[in-house]
DNA sequence: CCATATAGTTCGTTAATCAAAGTAATAATC
DNA sequence: GATTATTACTTTGATTAACGAACTATATGG
């Protein structure tokens, strides 16, 4: 006894389910592990953060982003920098070569996207775009 | 200078990671894993499959998921059955508990998923179904 | 048949994670 | 403004997840 709605919600997760195999099997070509790649991705797309921050979207504790980070500052992806008004708190933001690695990556995401989409039309586009980020506001 | 196909992309990272970061959050708080979960709900939306094909669709190796399906054999929330034809596979299906906690985990999505477009007409959340069903397809 | 490929398991090792304890800075209370 | 509580981050020890390679059993193709 399904309803429209139910099938949105596993229209949603179907896709969340395939979006997230994709995502694995693409990182496992790189070289660099996923959540190393999910914490460029993030960063990438919003600017520097602070480490709770980070920690609270990639849903992690602070203790493991510290080790992660870490590892990524050895790697040269990222860097810490101090917060300008509260001494406790510090900025992690990619660096030139992170840049580049979260451009690449993303490049990928846009090919998919591109693909996914190739039998929209430009007003279906703009409308899922739309869609989008109206859901994305109310998360 | 981002073009239209940019946002839209960017659009749909942030859902995705919006969603993960949900999953997880909403994970901790039942006392599974979130490859348990992960897997229980596969399974429910799928039926049941091969350990291959599962293996595939989260994203690990069989080695991985073998250790995982004998935890969650234990714990009584899938069954390992024989394959009718080819006896070198085996069907991984939920049980009826497992059914259960798949049905709660999805109301939990379901509750999302009315939240997130509560302020879409019935003809949007119908064109967005239509969407995310074509992408789906094509994914 | 025999060789090769495929499905799944086992096992040793590495990576990721958490929880708890520790440090330092800020905010709140009195 | 001194004290207490809270917050941000790090460190550490233990647990869990994951890979890859070796192994068993079945299937497939000369």
Known sequence: MKNQDDHLNHAIIEFYEKLSSWEMAVVKDNGFSLPQVHIVEILGLNGPMRM???????GVTTGTLTVQIDKMVKAGLVLRRAHETDRRSILVELTDPGQVMFEEHDKLHMQLTTDLTVQFSEAERAQMLDFFNRINKEF
């Open 52 to 58: 709770k921050e980070l920690a609270g979207k990639i």
